[in-house]
């Protein structure tokens, strides 16, 4: 596609992707396309793994091939899974220093504003480069604390007990195919211990980029937040716009444990070549606290279902989400709570935006498991459909097997009405003015859980999805 | 439905066959139809909560079901041959159930209004069956012309005999044509041994109305497909529920409000209830075509958990492909509130009693949108000694 076509194809799409750039390929070494035994071996390999975690992920791959493609959901059979880079290894990485960075993923990450982020709002980072982690680094107090804020590799290598412990026992391998493909091929992501007691105040942040058109990135990240303790993480995802599509399948385990509090929030805005098919989970002991902040904006198609699985009396689960689809974007989001204790209580709150022929769907589970008391659940879910062409759908299952709950579900789909515009007309506001200012106030209650950073970026994406959204 | 199960076919091809029917050219070719499917297993969205696996069909004999009408003015209701398959809504290769119907059913009962037909008195029409070992298909149509009206309350009924089995394959067709009128209220109060599976479909043509109250008690193991297609400007429908599921039983519905034209209106209400082991389960779905535009479609199933082994489960649905739409759903589940029950007994009443005056309540308020009061409180003292039955 040449230069002029490729721009007159983003002008398709009502607003420029701010993030469509690509980097010259310097990868060191990419794995054939496709996937076979070798390819997982040689993964392990490169990581220098131990061999129980290359059994792991033969045993994941051998689930994989066997696994049928979900029979629900939206279509994903454009995605071909044998045209798919499953490893591409950025060259030389050192972690720890911002300067060792190669200068072509420095200036994209430059681009993206994240060492500047670093050090005026977060108390550690990461970023993570097609296959590999490029850069981690905490803050010196935290660190001495003994919070551990380590790429993924690193987290195996300098801490095997506790990553054996706990690593895919939230999602082991059976869950779903692409937890199955994940475990086989993960690469990447964060490993994060908070000991007892210890508050992180500042949110860490891990940053994701597909700069490899046809790749796939598999991060994965284990969150570990012991009793009392409490942290809030943020990831960011973007990509350049390729018309070949990638693929980023992600698994995120967290564990929160005994009156242990933990935020995952997450800004996905992917360009929308890219598959995201995700599996987020949580499970959550005694009076601990789990929140899921959800952004999908970008992408081709997401089905992200984050959820959390309350083990302890006393566990809260929660879920607040936002989805924008686009034209020719399906965001498949959702969530699950499966209640397991006695007295535990969630709460989804969940609101979509479709515009051109985009489709937004809700597709979430509550479950409370038998024999249980005083279980509260209450989702609510909202959808915002801005012309003719979108459309929205909801599919939440409430399945109950214990006698005293209280669970509520609803669920309302709306256009923005005419008299909110007329008002807003009558002060002077355009169409797309008006229509903006009522999009941003539908989202409100999200945006305000976002650290500040986000928060304003999130409201620029929201104006950038919105140009030529009006006539 | 790619597959064919075997075993499954071996067992079809033992089920009892009337001989005589193997020269009708349509049963031969549904019935082979019926054989080329395998029975909807769990893996089938629509049956990922129950099946019929259990049903031994080897030993089940066709049986013919006694169709009777009770109702003064007889004329325009018929029980019919079922050999004639014109204008079927529901095609005989939907699954193994719709074809056997199409294979099996002797005879259906029609209720034909013709255009402007008032029909005053209420049309009651029984299904009734010996249960015994035994399968029964049938059929009942109705179809109401221009501006035509009717009430009719359709019940299916049986004894129930513990040790035994038998399955009722039932389907029901309402088309209802510009401005008709109908009120139907449907009772399934099968034996507690019987199998059910029915497929239920109305076409609302362009200001016809059609006010639907479906009470599901009884039965082993109950599947209803229940679907409106909105078909026209100012087409409405309400569609009213009361299931109550009680030690053994699973009661699984399915409802879809399908808004295939611009400006009509649905609105449901399905209440449902679970005691002992009972399980009740209703999955809606709500669809607006995108040429529906200033579609008002509603939707809302609330559910009573009277026991620590029941199970209730509730899956509304939303698909919104138009945009100038009005439409929501809301499902909630819960026991019986404890401040309720605390003020009756402070007033002397006892807990039983106090519980089926609240049940009472919740199911009224359904029941009462058939406008039918008689058969309003004759469904309640049902409930009632379900209730008592159930109650440990």
């Known amino acids: ?471 | 439905m790619k597959n064919i199960d075997n075993t499954k076919r071996t067992i079809m091809k033992n089920l009892h066959w009337p001989e005589h029917w193997q020269a009708d050219v349509q049963r031969a070719s549904a019935w082979e139809t019926a054989q080329s499917m395998t029975f909807p297993e769990r893996k089938n969205e629509d049956w990922k909560w129950i099946n019929f696996e259990y049903l031994d069909l080897d030993t089940l004999n066709v049986e013919k079901p006694l169709i009777t009408v009770l109702s003064r003015t007889n004329h325009g209701i018929s029980v019919l041959r079922a050999d004639s398959k014109e204008n079927l809504l529901i095609k005989p290769d939907v699954d193994t159930y719709s074809a056997l119907n199409a294979a099996l059913s002797e005879e259906l009962c029609t209720i034909h209004i013709p255009k402007n037909g008032q029909e005053l008195d209420t049309i009651h029409v029984t299904v009734k069956f010996n249960a015994r070992n035994t399968v029964a298909n049938t059929r009942a149509i109705i179809q109401l012309e221009k501006h035509a009206q009717a009430k009719v309350i359709l019940e299916l009924q049986t004894d129930t005999y513990k040790d035994l089995q038998a399955l009722l394959n039932f389907q029901l067709e309402i088309r209802l044509d510009e401005g008709a009128r109908l009120e139907l209220m449907e009772v399934q109060n099968l034996g507690e041994h019987v199998s059910y599976i029915s497929r239920e479909y109305a076409h609302v043509h362009r200001d016809a109305h059609l006010n639907w109250t479906y009470v599901g008690l009884g039965s082993r193991v109950a599947k209803s497909f229940i679907t409106v297609d909105l078909l026209g400007k100012g087409a409405e429908t309400l569609m009213n529920g009361v299931y109550f599921s009680g030690s053994g039983q699973v009661i699984d519905l399915d409802t879809q409000q399908n808004h295939l034209a611009a400006q009509a209106h649905s609105d449901l209400l399905y209440k449902g209830a679970a005691i002992g082991n009972g399980k009740a389960i209703w999955e809606g779905m709500i669809y607006v075509d995108h040429i529906a535009q200033q579609t008002d479609s509603y939707q809302s199933n609330r559910n009573l958990i009277l026991d620590q082994r029941a199970e209730i489960k509730t899956i509304p649905g939303l698909e919104i492909n138009a945009n100038d739409v009005s439409c929501s759903h809301g499902a909630t589940v819960g026991r019986l509130n404890d401040d309720e029950l605390f003020y009756s007994q402070s007033r002397g009443i006892p807990v039983r009693e106090a519980e089926k005056l609240i049940l009472e309540g919740f199911f009224e308020d359904v029941l009462k949108k058939s406008g039918d009061e008689e058969m309003t409180n004759r469904l309640i003292e049902q409930i009632f000694e379900k209730y008592d039955r159930n109650h440990q």
């Not at chain 1, 980072?125 to 590999?132: F, K, L, N, R």
């Not at chain 1, 990553?163 to 199955?180: C, L, M, T, W, Y």
């Not at chain 1, 303790?229 to 995802?237: A, K, L, N, T």
Request: some cysteine.
């Open chain 1, 1 to 471: 596609m040449s230069d002029q076509n490729k721009q007159s194809f983003l002008n398709q799409f009502g607003a420029d992707y701010q993030y469509g750039f690509s980097d010259p390929d310097i990868a060191s070494f990419r794995a054939e396309k496709g996937l076979t035994r070798d390819i997982v071996r040689q993964i392990s390999a490169f990581k220098e793994e131990p061999e129980w975690m290359l059994n792991l992920r033969l045993k994941a791959y051998e689930h994989y091939i066997k696994r049928p493609m979900p029979g629900w959901g939206p279509d994903i059979s454009d995605l071909d899974l044998n045209n798919i880079y499953y490893y591409v290894r950025p060259p030389e990485i050192n972690q720890r220093s911002w300067d060792d960075v190669p200068d072509t993923i420095k200036n994209t990450f430059d681009k993206l504003g994240i060492p500047e982020a670093e050090q005026k709002f977060l108390a550690g980072v990461g970023a993570q480069y097609d296959s590999e982690m490029v850069y981690h680094s905490i803050q010196e107090n935290l660190e001495k604390q003994g919070v551990i804020f380590l790429s993924i590799e690193n987290g195996l290598k300098e801490y095997p007990d506790l990553f054996r412990e706990h690593f895919g026992k939230v999602v082991p391998i059976q869950d779903n195919k692409f937890s199955a493909l994940n475990t086989a091929v993960w690469s990447g992501g964060s490993f994060v211990y908070v000991p007892k007691g210890v508050k992180v105040d500042l949110p860490l942040q891990a940053y994701f980029r597909l700069n490899n058109p046809n790749l796939g990135q598999f991060e994965r990240t284990l969150i570990i937040a012991d009793e009392g303790s409490q942290v809030h993480y943020v990831e960011g995802c973007t990509a350049p716009t390729y018309t070949e599509d990638s693929f980023h399948s992600g698994v995120i385990e967290i564990i929160v444990k005994k009156n242990a509090r933990v935020r995952y929030s997450t800004i996905q805005n992917w360009s929308t070549n890219v598959y995201n098919l995700v599996t987020q989970r949580a499970a959550v002991y005694e009076n601990g606290t789990m929140e899921w902040v959800d952004a999908n904006l970008g992408s081709k198609v997401t089905m992200k279902y984050p959820s959390c699985y309350l083990y302890g009396e006393g566990a809260h689960g929660e879920m607040l989400s936002v989805a924008f689809a686009g034209p020719e974007q399906i965001q498949d989001a959702g969530s699950k709570m499966i209640h397991f204790a006695s007295n535990t209580s969630s709460k989804i709150t969940s609101k979509s935006i479709s515009r051109g022929n985009g489709r937004s769907s809700y597709r979430g589970l509550v479950r409370v498991a038998s024999g249980l008391e005083k279980i509260n659940s209450n989702v609510v879910c909202d959808a915002l459909l801005l012309d003719p062409e979108s459309a929205s759908d909801t599919y939440p299952t409430i399945d109950i097997r214990s006698d005293d709950v209280n669970i509520g579900h609803e669920a309302s789909v709306s256009r923005i009405g005419e008299e909110q515009l007329f008002y807003l007309n009558s002060r002077g506001l355009t169409d797309e003015e008006a229509t903006t200012m009522i999009v941003s106030g539908f989202i409100e209650p999200l945006v305000k859980e976002l650290p500040m950073e986000y928060a304003i970026e999130m409201n620029r994406l929201i104006q950038l999805q919105m140009i030529g959204s009006v006539g």
